[in-house]
C-alpha cells in the first residue's frame, strides 16, 4: 500500500543526520532512488530498461542466487498485481461481488435493480 506522498532527502555522515522534505503532497510517486557511493556498490539497474517490464512500480530484487528474480513488480493503492507478476489491474471480482451482495441486500419491493 502507497500513503506516503511526500518525498525527504536524509544525509548520513559519522556525526551529522540531517532530514529535509523535498516535496510535498506528490499524487502518486512511483520511484524511489537510494544513492550513497559507500553502501551501495555500482550494479546493473534492471529496473532502468522498460520499468522492468513492469505497468507500475519496478523494485529491484536481492540476488540470492543465479536464479534469483532481478525485480519485482508492485502496484499502487487499489490495483491488485494480475497473475504474470507484472501488471497492475483493478481487482474487478471484488467490485462485482460488492455489488451484488448491495444488490442482494435491497429489500424487496425496493426499486433498485429493477
Known sequence: MFII????????YEHE??????TKYLQHPMVVHVYHPYRQPDG?????TTNG????LC??????????PRISCACP????LMED????AED???KIDLAMSVYLSEPMGSSVGK
Not at 523494485?59 to 534469483?68: G, V
Open 5 to 12: 506522498t511526500d518525498v525527504w532527502r536524509y544525509l548520513r
Open 44 to 48: 546493473e539497474n534492471y529496473c532502468q
Open 92 to 94: 474487478l471480482i471484488e
Open 85 to 88: 507478476g507484472q501488471m497492475c
Open 77 to 80: 493503492t487499489g490495483l491488485n
Open 17 to 22: 543526520h540531517t532530514a529535509d522534505l523535498v
Open 53 to 56: 517490464h513492469c505497468s507500475h
Open 59 to 68: 523494485l529491484p530484487a536481492p540476488h540470492i542466487n543465479e536464479r534469483s
